[in-house]
T-cell receptor
Framework: GAGVSQSPSNKVTEKGKDVELRCDPISGHTALYWYRQRLGQGLEFLIYFQGNSAPDKSGLPSDRFSAERTGESVSTLTIQRTQQEDSAVYLC?????????????FGEGSRLTVL | GENVEQHPSTLSVQEGDSAVIKCTYSDSASNYFPWYKQELGKRPQLIIDIRSNVGEKKDQRIAVTLNKTAKHFSLHITETQPEDSAVYFCAASMPNQGGKLIFGQGTELSVKP
């Protein structure tokens, strides 16, 4: 694929519903990140997958948030029992495995609106 | 925990002037410092990066400086143009955490023609 692909691009849901966001990283990229960006705010780290290592979940804001990754490909971010404060753009990014360096390629993001 | 502080949050300059954005980081093991530019409604994109074994790197009108002792690094944009208007994010890697990247809060740069 040409770049990082995310779906859906926009999601409107009602408070209390579960949502699932999908990320297809660039082929061959072993590192995959999820970030959250609230309106006008910075990039808040959520979770990081690196190859077969255990994911770094230290940024997940609550146990309503979880993420999985199938091997070195697709990742899904799941938010259960959504709240209005979950409204944000969720950005996925991937990069080749390098020791602490290398360009991070971002997807276009999934804009989540919780009513 | 790890932290990256970025200042200022907003910056307005006249076209042709220089702009400087500063960041500090907390993890002394950090060894990679990229800068990303995010235009309105678009994804962040890498514009320049620096590794800890150099103190300065330049690419045309943009340059980045690094002071490892003080744990701060800066982005310098010279001869600013209206198309430089965007949000700029600094980041620092956490090599002891698999190279995880932590971003600063962002600086909204406005270049007035």
């Amino acid at each position: 694929g040409a770049g990082v692909s995310q779906s859906p691009s926009n999601k409107v849901t009602e408070k209390g519903k579960d949502v699932e966001l999908r990320c297809d990283p660039i082929s061959g990229h072993t590192a995959l990140y999820w970030y959250r960006q609230r309106l006008g705010q910075g990039l808040e780290f959520l979770i990081y997958f690196q190859g077969n290592s255990a994911p770094d979940k230290s940024g997940l804001p609550s146990d309503r948030f979880s993420a999985e990754r199938t091997g070195e490909s697709v990742s899904t971010l799941t938010i259960q029992r959504t709240q209005q404060e979950d409204s944000a753009v969720y950005l996925c990014a991937s990069r080749e495995r390098r020791e602490g360096s290398g360009e991070l390629f971002f997807g276009e993001g999934s804009r989540l609106t919780v009513l | 925990g790890e932290n990256v502080e970025q200042h200022p949050s907003t910056l307005s300059v006249q076209e042709g002037d220089s702009a400087v954005i500063k960041c500090t980081y907390s993890d002394s093991a950090s060894n990679y410092f990229p800068w990303y530019k995010q235009e309105l409604g678009k994804r962040p994109q890498l514009i320049i990066d620096i590794r800890s074994n150099v103190g300065e790197k330049k690419d045309q009108r943009i340059a980045v400086t690094l002071n490892k002792t003080a744990k701060h690094f800066s982005l310098h944009i010279t001869e600013t143009q209206p198309e430089d208007s965007a949000v700029y994010f600094c980041a620092a890697s956490m090599p002891n955490q698999g190279g995880k990247l932590i971003f600063g809060q962002g600086t909204e740069l406005s270049v007035k023609p």
